[in-house]
Nanobody, 121 residues
Framework: QVQLVESGGGLVQAGGSLTLSCTAS????????MAWYRQAPGNQRELVAS?????????NYADSVKGRFTISRDNAKNTVYLQMNSLKPEDTAVYYC?????????????WGQGTQVTVSS
């Protein structure tokens, strides 16, 4: 079992920036992919960005955040980051860290508790 703890959320004006962090309770090198999701009130949880530790840390982004958000991982610190720039009110949501791991052929999915991001207009 892996615990994921997010931090860095808060209130920011439109056009501003925030950096979210997600720290795992164990090494994350084999947890692939790691990702950030978000869920706004009344909406389904959606993938924001994901990253793998292999293949040159390949990344994937939702179209709505491409060019504004950057996901990165520091395996030595067991931490994944989400740098969010040029924030818009529609980015307001609870952001969740996610990790996926296969152990002895069994796939495990881990979630953090979420961190609120509010962007004011």
């Amino acid at each position: 079992q892996v615990q994921l703890v997010e931090s860095g959320g808060g209130l920011v004006q439109a056009g501003g920036s925030l950096t979210l962090s997600c720290t795992a309770s164990k090494m994350i090198f084999n947890i692939n992919p790691m990702a950030w999701y978000r869920q706004a009130p009344g909406n389904q949880r959606e993938l924001v960005a994901s990253i793998r530790s292999s293949g040159g840390s390949s990344t994937n982004y939702a179209d709505s955040v491409k060019g504004r958000f950057t996901i990165s991982r520091d395996n030595a610190k067991n931490t994944v980051y989400l740098q969010m720039n040029s924030l818009k009110p529609e980015d307001t949501a609870v952001y969740y860290c996610n990790g996926n791991e296969v152990v002895v052929g069994v796939r495990y999915t881990y979630w953090g508790q979420g961190t609120q991001v509010t962007v004011s207009s």
